[in-house]
């Protein structure tokens, strides 16, 4: 049994918005499924699936209903929520859903206001009492890999920077991109230390917005207007400190996703033509880059150093959007624009200066959670048809 | 160095209440699984590698080395050193470095446990040897 080649993304949608005090966060949902709905060429009552994670206000009952979800369709609904790689999850589930008969056309949405609106607080588990007065935050989570990636490696905050001057020239492209500069590795370098050894130029945005998708049977996306993209291949991971055995933060749970979605899809690695990889920090790149087998273990900063990540210009384009880095990271949950952009790429709608040439296979791969400390991680590997 | 950071109470459950009881009287204890001998932190009273039931109280040394850290340079409370230490009985756990100078952390550093107050039990942190 394989999802391979049985579900098609129909429709997409970013929101254009990255500061949004005048919505609500339920109404971003609403436009977001609006505009993919209308990128598909499908109907709001013909969505018999829904999918929304821990960033959608109320969870499933609360949205179906306000979204006006067709209750006589709707027939399958999932709300794993496993942070930033939600979106990349929903897919694959939705993939296994529709290869199962349990529905045909699935919605999925991502929408929010970390800039405008209150974030809901994020629940603790079994390790509460033994970690939360330590403070870990994002910055300082991943920073403690780049530490330790530096330490074991000899990786440098000049391969890092590369990483955010790749996203910073084909941000430039991008009208709605947050921040549209070309940066140098010296402007990376030398922008203020957040967090050891993560400079500022190291993190991404933090904005508004959100992004949908359609997925869909074979047969309804062949009767749509839009180019065909499939998904062939998933996979899904989970790691942790898990009693503080064998502690190791130089890798992430993309060993894991990786080979099972590469495995599934039947190509490799190389065979990629475009990468959509989760960059919450420059960090997170380098590493799901080794993760994900496109370099060696500890070789990802010569890997990403001299432009290889730049469209035109590298051998790996990545993030063609400007990603998280330069464009948007919607409620701190990079996923859902991870797919985007590679479908835009797929579809060869991706802005003209960065369109990868006869793209036709592309791997849109994420995390959730915190990489120092706990974390999923989901791969989808995407063929034009 | 300004350490009156006001650090949040242990909310405590049964699993972990002998934990705490202990930090009172300022040991740090881990736990050890019997049936397949490995040490683990945080700790559960079922052995997380072996699934055994056969899991016992064992106290620490508190000697531990730095596997990693990174210094936060901004908050509401000033900067402050997250990390990781390495204990010499094997697990791995998430703490703060405290008393010292935060810009000479070094990984492979050796640090012990030091506890600071809480409005109920105190809390394990590490400083440099």
Not at chain 1, 83 to 100: M, P, R, V
Not at chain 1, 133 to 145: E, I
Not at chain 1, 206 to 224: F, M, N, Q, R, Y
Request: with cysteine; proline share 6%.
């Amino acid at each position: 049994m394989t999802i391979k080649g049985k579900a098609y993304i129909a429709g997409i949608y970013e929101h254009p918005t990255r500061h949004a005090p005048d919505k609500s966060t339920a109404q971003l949902h609403a436009e977001v499924a609006k505009g993919a709905i209308e990128d598909a060429g499908i109907s709001k009552d013909d969505i018999d699936g829904y999918f929304c994670a821990g960033d959608a206000p109320g969870g499933l009952w609360q949205m179906t209903d306000y979204l006006g979800l067709n209750t006589k369709k709707l027939r399958h609904v999932d709300s794993t929520d496993t942070g930033g790689c939600s979106y990349i999850i929903h897919l694959g589930h939705a993939a296994e859903a529709i290869a199962a008969g349990k529905c045909s056309i699935a919605l999925i949405t991502l929408a929010g206001k970390p800039r405008t609106g209150v974030m809901p607080p994020r629940a603790a588990g079994a390790e509460l009492d033994f970690e939360a007065a330590y403070g870990a935050t994002t910055h300082n989570a991943y920073g403690m890999c780049a530490m330790r990636h530096m330490h074991d490696y000899g990786t440098t905050s000049e391969q890092l920077a590369w990483i955010k001057v790749a996203a910073s020239h084909h941000a430039q492209y991008n009208p709605h991109a947050m921040l549209k500069d070309v940066v140098t590795v010296e402007d990376v370098i030398n922008s203020p230390l957040i967090s050891d050894p993560l400079h500022r130029m190291d993190c991404c945005v933090v904005s508004d917005g959100g992004g949908a998708l359609i997925v869909t049977t074979p047969e309804i996306a062949k009767s749509l207007k839009k180019p065909l993209v499939r998904l062939i291949g998933h996979g899904e991971a989970h790691k942790g400190p898990r009693g503080g055995k064998d502690l190791d933060l130089t890798y992430s749970a993309g060993v894991w996703s990786g080979p099972r979605a590469f495995e599934e899809a039947g190509v490799t690695p190389k065979d990629m033509k475009y990468a959509s990889i989760y960059d919450s920090f420059t960090i997170t790149v380098l590493m799901q880059l080794e993760d994900l087998g496109f370099c060696k273990k500890g070789e990802g900063g010569k890997f990403v150093a001299d432009g290889n990540l730049i469209s035109g210009v590298g051998k790996l384009p990545f993030n063609t959007d400007g990603g998280g880095l330069c464009s948007n990271h919607p409620v701190n949950r990079g996923g859902m624009t991870k797919i985007i952009e590679a479908v835009r790429q797929l579809r060869g709608e991706a802005h003209p200066k960065v369109q990868v040439k006869n793209c036709d296979l592309a791997i849109a791969h994420g995390t959730g959670g915190l990489l120092g400390v706990r974390h999923a991680a989901s791969t989808a590997i995407l063929e034009r048809v | 160095m300004v350490d009156a950071k006001k650090y949040p109470a242990p909310v405590t459950n049964p699993e972990t209440a002998p934990f705490w009881e202990a930090a009172k009287q300022g040991k740090f204890m881990i736990k050890r699984c019997t049936a397949c001998g490995e040490a683990h932190y945080f700790p559960r009273s079922i052995c997380p590698f072996c699934n055994s039931d056969k899991t016992v109280w064992e106290e620490s040394s508190g000697e531990a080395t730095i596997y990693t850290y990174s210094l936060m340079r901004k908050s509401p409370t000033g900067p402050y050193a997250i990390g990781y230490v390495t204990l010499k009985e094997g697990p791995s756990l998430q703490t703060n470095f405290v008393d010292c100078d935060l810009e000479k952390l070094k990984i492979g550093q050796k640090v012990k446990v030091v506890w600071k107050p809480t409005d109920g039990a105190p809390l394990p942190f590490f400083t440099p040897v």
